[in-house]
């Protein structure tokens, strides 16, 4: 025995209708970003050592202790690199000169064979043959003056710092 007269389609309906009359549980929008922006996650040590150091270096007042550190470190570097320095002389001289002796000889290669491509392609009989007396080439030289001038007056335009009249940034 049942007291319930309505059929279960219609018992459905009742009920979908009712619980969308109920309010709202939910939060509104932008709860989870306020909520977000109260946690504080903690920083690894190396990090919070690294801040504490970076601020007692930059107080005015350690700036003597600073240059002391570094003038000891200094001394010391020097003290135990010199002797070294004068042991191993004749071979950090053998090996200076061979490396200067290899780059200048690659040098010397990379030279030669551009110079022989441009006796080869005919580059240098183009060359001969520009007529230096004639307007073209100070044309040419004063078009490309004039360029080089422009984009450097683009590039001032476009870095140069902001003024009151521009609109700064949204991030």
Same mark, same amino acid.
């Given at each position: 025995?049942?007291?319930?007269?309505? +059929?279960? #389609?219609? =018992?459905?309906?009742?009920?979908?209708?009712? $619980?969308?009359? =109920?309010?709202? $549980? %939910?939060?509104? %929008? @932008?709860?989870?970003?306020?909520?977000?922006?109260?946690?504080?996650?903690? /920083?690894?040590? +190396?990090?919070?050592?690294?801040?504490?150091?970076? %601020?007692?270096? #930059?107080?005015?007042?350690?700036?003597?202790?600073?240059?002391?550190?570094?003038?000891?470190? !200094?001394?010391?570097?020097?003290?135990?690199? $010199?002797?070294?320095?004068?042991?191993?002389?004749?071979?950090?001289?053998?090996?200076?000169?061979?490396? %200067?002796? /290899?780059?200048? @000889? !690659?040098?010397?290669?990379? #030279?030669?064979?551009?110079?022989?491509? &441009?006796?080869? #392609?005919?580059? &240098?009989?183009?060359?001969?043959?520009?007529?230096?007396?004639?307007? /073209?080439?100070?044309?040419? @030289?004063?078009?490309? &003056?004039?360029?080089?001038? +422009?984009? !450097?007056?683009? =590039?001032?335009?476009? $870095?140069?710092?902001?003024?009151? &009249?521009? !609109?700064?940034? /949204?991030?």
């Amino acid at each position: 025995m049942t007291y319930n007269d309505l +059929a279960d #389609s219609e =018992l459905d309906a009742r009920v979908i209708r009712e $619980l969308s009359r =109920l309010p709202s $549980l %939910s939060p509104r %929008s @932008g709860f989870s970003h306020r909520v977000m922006s109260r946690v504080r996650l903690p /920083q690894p040590r +190396a990090v919070v050592l690294f801040h504490r150091a970076r %601020s007692w270096a #930059s107080e005015p007042r350690r700036a003597l202790v600073l240059a002391g550190g570094y003038a000891v470190t !200094a001394t010391a570097a020097l003290a135990l690199l $010199l002797p070294w320095l004068f042991r191993n002389s004749a071979a950090i001289r053998v090996a200076t000169d061979w490396v %200067s002796v /290899q780059v200048l @000889g !690659a040098l010397r290669d990379w #030279s030669l064979a551009l110079a022989g491509w &441009t006796v080869t #392609s005919g580059l &240098t009989d183009w060359f001969r043959s520009l007529d230096l007396g004639g307007g /073209q080439l100070v044309l040419a @030289g004063g078009l490309l &003056t004039a360029g080089y001038a +422009a984009c !450097a007056l683009g =590039l001032h335009f476009l $870095l140069r710092a902001p003024r009151g &009249t521009n !609109a700064p940034v /949204q991030a």
